[in-house]
Nanobody
Framework: QVQLVESGGGLVQAGGSLRLSCAAS????????MGWFRQAPGKERDFVAA????????SYADSVKGRFTVSRDNAKNTVDLQMNNLKPEDTAVYYC????????????????????WGQGTQVTVSS
């Protein structure tokens, strides 16, 4: 069975850092883009970052540029999100997602373009 499992979330003070990891199993996603999204209570799921199949291209939401870095290790079938200088507005459940087709154009930024999702990991940033 295909599974994506996020880990690394927790409680951190503003200005701190966290590193999230997403481990995939049941299928290799080494040929496909991967993405990170986040959702706060009562709000829609928003795009955070995306990464091409080989890590050569990245895309970030304006709100996290310069603070977050997405990376992947295809040998381990994992994708990470390094989050620095965290702000209270970063508080949300963070989800990793996997695209399921070869992508030649711009990296996908819409949630409905991704085929597989993890269960999410909570990130809480206190002021």
């Amino acid at each position: 069975q295909v599974q994506l499992v996020e880990s690394g979330g927790g409680l951190v003070q503003a200005g701190g850092s966290l590193r999230l990891s997403c481990a995939a199993s049941g299928r290799s996603f080494s040929n496909y883009p991967m993405g990170w999204f986040r959702q706060a209570p009562g709000k829609e799921r928003d795009f955070v970052a995306a990464l091409s199949w080989n890590g050569g291209s990245t895309s970030y939401a304006d709100s996290v540029k310069g603070r977050f870095t997405v990376s992947r290790d295809n040998a381990k079938n994992t994708v990470d999100l390094q989050m620095n200088n965290l702000k209270p507005e970063d508080t949300a459940v963070y989800y990793c997602a996997a695209y399921t087709r070869i992508r030649l154009g711009p990296l996908p930024k819409s949630a409905n373009e991704y085929g597989y999702w993890g269960q999410g990991t909570q990130v809480t940033v206190s002021s």
